[in-house]
């Protein structure tokens, strides 16, 4: 028998991955704030709810997939909460990107309630969520995280439990941290190669043979190659995301001397108005401080 799920949050990530389960066999309820997205998961076999108390109140698992800390607290806390309306004995499972201690918080808060949870943070992108094959960091109990697995099976490819309630989120921290610095040095490369004359598309096929492929410059070549900065995942997100991991270092005395550059650039960016952009759109940084 499989578990009752409610879904909250219907994205860019949320509804491939709620359609996921859907495909799995499981029974979906979902909410979000986009009628188009309800009407997607109700095309897709899922139940749209009107609300977040209607969603939730029959759910043995509870996923949350918003954008940052305020929505997790939004969607989590008061009287139309999902801790006031879940059933005791509830799992929620936090795929959201997140500060490591609004999870810790969370998890603290719902055991008064007798709801469990687990952050359970991805990597992939749209397409991995898509394709089902996203990397799963969970922080929480290894009871909760094997009741979770099959489940999360669905989802993602690579699953693994990082340790206590935050450690997922400190590992996507993490992520954001490689992911950003990653496509601030190929964007470097690209601005560099094209004012050097070079075949852009030779270049980077021969580049991702060698120790400088990597998944980012895989995925990204096609936004550098036709300047499509549709995302994909919004630079605003990995404003927010460098911010979580600025402030993680800070806290346990880990210096990020690259990272805080591309911080910068990255809040630069949103700043001139490309937050709603994808994060390849460093590539435009680049190139504006190159004078193109
Ligand atoms: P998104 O903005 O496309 O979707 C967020 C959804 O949350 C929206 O549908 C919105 O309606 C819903 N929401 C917000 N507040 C709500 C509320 N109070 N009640 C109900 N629903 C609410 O964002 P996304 O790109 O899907 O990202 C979601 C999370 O996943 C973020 O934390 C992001 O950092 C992370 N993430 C995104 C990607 C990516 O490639 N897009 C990859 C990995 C992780």
Redesign the pocket.
Known sequence: NLPKVAW???????SPMSENLIKAGYDVTG????QD?LDRLAAAGGTAATS?AAAVKDADVIVT????SP?VE??SYGPEGILENAKSGALIVD????TPQTSVDLAKNAKEKGIRVIDA??????AG?IEAVLSIMVGGEQADFDEAKPLLEALGKTIVLCGPHGSGQTVKAANQLIVAVNIQACAEAVVFLEKSGVDLTAALDVLNGGLAGSTVLTRKKDNFLNRDFK????ID?HH??MGIVTDAARNVGAALPVGAVVAQLVASLRAQGDGGLDHSALLRAVERLSGN
């Open positions: 909250i949050g219907l994205g860019i990530m949320g909410f979000t704030l986009e997205k977040i997939m918003v954008p940052a929505q939004a969607i795929m959201s990107s997140i943070p991805v990597s992939g992108g749209e969520a995302p994909g995942f919004r997100l927010k995301d």
